[in-house]
């Protein structure tokens, strides 16, 4: 996965030096993450408060200055709270996060609105339970492996568009299971349904 990530870079940066009247920005902000579950196997879940920061180029499309591809890298933490059966789950998750958006400016107006797709590598996993079957011990598992290593989704949104400022809200929706079986203490983990979903509150300047 490694492979098919540096090749997205690639083409990134390539369409990025070919199209001109490109603006490069950073930007940052909220993730208000969440996992998208079964609830035939999961009971109750509540949103994670996380960060998401880095880089973003707009590039103008068709010769429209209203009409831009964005790609961006950012890095982006995810997770959630759960509860399955008598097992208390808090799932971190960092991602390093490659969006590929359209995006059109709405009447001439700063008001914009995006659409695009995701892919996803995950960073870094760190998963804590808090269950009967474990004593009365918190166990933590960061074993990478024990997780889906990438994912792929969808991200929408709408922003506001100035000279050198970008403010946008965004929904973001992974398409695969973050969850693989797996083994903790002796105990079989069976993998629950969570997918990645989340809304984005975010600020960014360009150059």
């Known amino acids: 996965m490694k492979k098919n990530l540096i090749i997205l870079l ?7 030096l070919t199209f001109g009247q490109t603006k490069f920005g ?6 208000f993450a969440n996992l998208a579950v079964n609830q035939d196997e999961i009971d109750d879940n509540f949103t994670k408060l996380g960060l998401t920061a880095g880089v973003f180029a707009q590039l103008p499309l068709l010769g429209k200055d209203w ?12 997770g959630a709270k759960y509860e399955a059966a008598t097992t208390t789950v808090k799932a971190n998750l960092h991602y390093l996060d490659i969006p590929l958006s359209g995006v059109a400016r709405i009447l001439n107006s700063p008001l914009t609105i ?26 933590i598992d960061d074993n990478r492996d024990n997780y ?5 989704g969808v991200v929408g949104g709408l922003g506001l568009s100035f000279e050198n400022l970008l403010i946008e809200v965004r929904a973001t929706r992974g398409l695969r299971n973050v969850e693989k079986d797996r083994i903790i203490l002796n105990t079989i983990v069976e993998a629950n349904s969570t997918k990645n979903f989340g809304f984005q509150l975010t600020a960014g300047v360009s150059f």
């Open 10 to 16: 690639t083409l990134l940066c390539f369409a990025t």
């Open 26 to 31: 950073v930007k940052g902000g909220l993730n």
């Open 67 to 78: 009409l831009m591809i964005q790609p961006e890298a950012l890095y982006t933490i995810k």
């Open 114 to 139: 995006n659409a695009g797709f995701q892919y996803s590598w995950l960073v870094s996993a760190k998963y804590e339970y808090e269950s009967q079957v474990f004593g009365d011990d918190i166990i």
């Open 148 to 152: 889906q290593q990438w994912d792929f």
